[in-house]
């Protein structure tokens, strides 16, 4: 059923004319070529700097992305891989695309990236116009935004929604805390701390 579905996907796709082109950037390799064995000497080498230091027993290789391009990353043995990784999914437009460098030639973005602020209690005077300009754009419908730092920090804050939400359902709205939730709360135990769990969950 699904090998049908993507099919008739495709068919339709090339009847209205909606396919588009891929180029690939300046200096992208043709092809994968490997020279050495998987991990190369120079890999070992900097694997075992790397376990003198800390636990790295994860490590596949020792990449170079100075020389990395587009959909290929390359290590320090010269090793060429067509990635179909891309980091977790992190580099979706490929490694050292120019316009992510030109990004940083700005020097708006640079002084933004290393004054790193605490956007919820010192945002810079640009925040309001980059919120509208990067998110409110592509959300219609959705007039406001939350942003987070990482992965992590989005599902923890995700989680604490869904858990006010639901015992403002259970409690009703506008409704105060009690003495015994505001100080129970500080010692992790009911009612404040309410005993609430998530079944499963998987994500970056």
């Known amino acids: 059923m699904w ?25 992208e390799p043709t092809e994968p070529k490997i020279h050495t064995e998987i991990p190369g000497p120079k890999s070992k080498s900097y694997m075992n700097e790397l376990n ?4 790295f027993g994860s490590v596949q290789l020792v990449a170079d992305y100075d020389k990395s391009i587009g959909n290929y990353l390359i290590d320090v043995d010269g090793n060429t ?17 120019p316009e ?4 940083f030639h700005d020097e708006a973005k640079l002084k933004a990236l290393i004054n790193r602020p605490a956007i919820g209690v010192f945002p810079g005077h640009y925040w309001p116009a980059k919120l509208k300009e990067v998110l ?11 942003t ?54 998987h994500g970056k």
């Open 3 to 27: 090998a049908k579905h993507v099919n008739t996907v495709l068919q339709n796709a090339l009847k209205t004319g909606s396919t588009r082109s891929v180029t690939s950037l300046a200096g």
């Open 52 to 55: 003198s230091i800390s636990q």
């Open 81 to 97: 891989f067509l990635d179909a990784f891309t980091q977790i999914s992190s580099v979706p437009i490929g490694y050292n695309h």
């Open 100 to 103: 992510m460098i030109k990004v």
């Open 136 to 146: 409110l754009s592509v959300s219609p419908g959705l007039p406001h935004v939350m």
């Open 148 to 201: 987070m730092m990482c992965g992590s920090c989005s599902n923890e804050n995700a989680y604490k929604a869904i858990f006010i939400a639901y015992r403002k359902h259970q409690r009703g709205e506008k409704v105060d805390f009690t003495e015994l939730e505001m100080t129970s709360c500080m010692v992790n135990k009911p009612p404040g701390a309410p005993n609430l769990s998530l079944l499963s969950f």
